[in-house]
Each structure stands twice: as C-alpha cells, then as structure tokens.
C-alpha cells in the first residue's frame, strides 16, 4: 500500500484521485494505459496530462470538472475558448438561479441587440449595450456547461439516471 502524501501544494489531479482514496498504484490499475510513474509525474508536474489522460482521470475518480479545468488551465486552445466553471457553486439552485438572471437580462435587451444588429455593424455608440448582451450570452454558455458537469457528477454519484435523460434527450 502507498504512503499517504503529505504534500503542501497539491494539483487537481493529485487530490482528485486521494480523494477518491486511490494509491497511485491503484490509480494506474483503473486507469489501465497511464503508469504509476506517469500518474506521480502528472501529479508533480514534471510532466503535462494529455487531454486522453484528463478524460481517463475524469471517469476513474469521478470527477467530470478535470476536463473542464484541464481545457480551461492548460490546454492552449481551451483557454482562449473555455471559461472555468467555478465548482464551488455547482448546485443546481445557484446555475438555475444563474440562467434564470440571464435569461432575463437578455429577455429585457432583445429589442435592444435586435437595433444594434440589424445593419450588420455595431458602431462605437452601440459598443457597450452589445459587450453587456455578448457577456450574458457567454455567461449563459458557461452556465450550460456547468449544468453539464452537475448532471454528470450526479450520474456518477447515482443521484439520477443518465439513461432515462438521455432517452428524453433522443426523443
């Protein structure tokens, strides 16, 4: 049996599979093609994850949020792309509560992005109504994958049934 790490400043990776209650020998056992030895790499950042490695470490310590960190931290092109979703707050009141206050926002500025489109320009003097309504569509967008990750991180705890939501999904 391994030690238990007495590490200060762990990454995301280390504490996902501890806490999970995972030796890195018994990581590498679910994780099949990673080595313990390239686990306590990743976990010591003497070496970067591959984003295959991410998702294995996702599935094996149940923890959907690694993919969204890594595309968020490390991946070059997810960090212009991605935004991090702040796992803190993840509980399905606070991102209905999210939604909800942006869907509203955009529902009381549609008539206002509809006069700042129509000629197919957005002038100085529209500029800022348009950033304000460009902020809430991507804080909509972030908040989907937040929900994204709940739905996912309760299928893994068996808190819902993935395959009836996805049967509704395919409807």
């Not at 049996?1 to 501890?18: D, P």
């Not at 490390?74 to 960090?79: A, L």
Request: hydrophobic share 35%.
């Amino acid at each position: 049996m391994g030690r238990k790490s007495i590490k200060e400043n762990k990454n995301v990776y280390q504490i996902a599979r501890e806490e999970q209650n995972l030796t890195r020998a018994q990581a590498s056992e679910k994780l099949v093609f990673i080595s313990e030895a390239k686990i306590e790499k990743i976990e010591s950042e003497a070496a970067k994850p591959q984003p295959e490695d991410v998702v294995a470490m996702s599935k094996a310590y149940l923890r959907p949020d690694l993919c969204n960190y890594y595309c968020a931290n490390e991946c070059p092109i997810g960090q212009k792309n991605v935004a991090p979703v702040n796992f803190k707050d993840l509980s399905l009141s606070n991102i209905t509560l999210e939604v909800l206050s942006s869907l509203n926002f955009l529902n009381n500025n549609k008539d206002r992005l509809v006069d700042i489109t129509v000629d197919g320009k957005i002038s100085e003097t529209e500029m800022k109504d348009f950033a304000g309504i460009y902020k809430e569509l991507t804080d909509i967008a972030n908040t989907a994958q937040a929900l994204k990750i709940w739905i996912e991180q309760q299928a893994n705890e068996n808190k819902i049934d993935i395959n009836a939501l996805n049967q509704h999904l395919n409807k």
